[in-house]
C-alpha cells in the first residue's frame, strides 16, 4: 500500500491473488477503506486472480459505497481478470456502474 498521486492511497495487486493468499489483500483493502482518502487498486500486469479477488473486491465496492468512500481500478480488467469476470456473468450482466468499475466504459479514469 502507498499513497498515490492526487492524494489517495494505492493498493497493488500481487502478480497471483487467489483463494491461498486473498487474506493479505483483505487486510490491505480493510486498512486503506478505514482513512478518508480515495483507494485505488492496481492490478499487476496480466493478474493472475480467481473469483475469491471478485468476490472480495465486489464487497469492497458496496462498503465504499454505503461509507461515501471511493474505491477505483487503476486500469480496466483485462487478460485473466477479465476472463474470470465473463466466466463469472459479470461482463454479460454488468450494469452501467460495474461497467464503468471494471472495464472504464463510459468513464475517463
Do not use: C
Not at 466466466?87 to 452501467?96: C, L, M, Y
Request: net charge negative; no cysteine.
Amino acid at each position: 500500500m502507498s499513497n498515490g498521486d492526487l492524494g489517495s492511497i494505492v493498493v497493488k495487486l500481487e502478480a497471483a491473488t487467489n483463494i491461498r493468499n486473498i487474506s493479505s489483500l483483505y487486510s490491505e483493502l480493510l486498512t486503506a477503506l478505514a482513512g478518508s482518502k480515495p483507494v485505488t487498486l492496481d492490478l499487476a500486469e496480466e493478474p493472475e486472480v480467481d473469483l475469491s479477488f471478485v468476490q472480495l473486491v465486489e464487497s469492497a465496492r458496496l462498503y465504499a459505497s454505503a461509507h461515501g468512500k471511493a474505491l477505483t481500478l487503476a486500469q480496466p480488467a483485462s487478460g485473466p481478470l477479465l476472463g474470470v469476470l465473463e466466466r463469472a456473468g459479470f461482463i454479460e450482466t454488468a450494469s452501467h456502474e460495474d461497467a464503468l468499475f471494471w472495464l472504464h466504459k463510459g468513464s475517463v479514469q
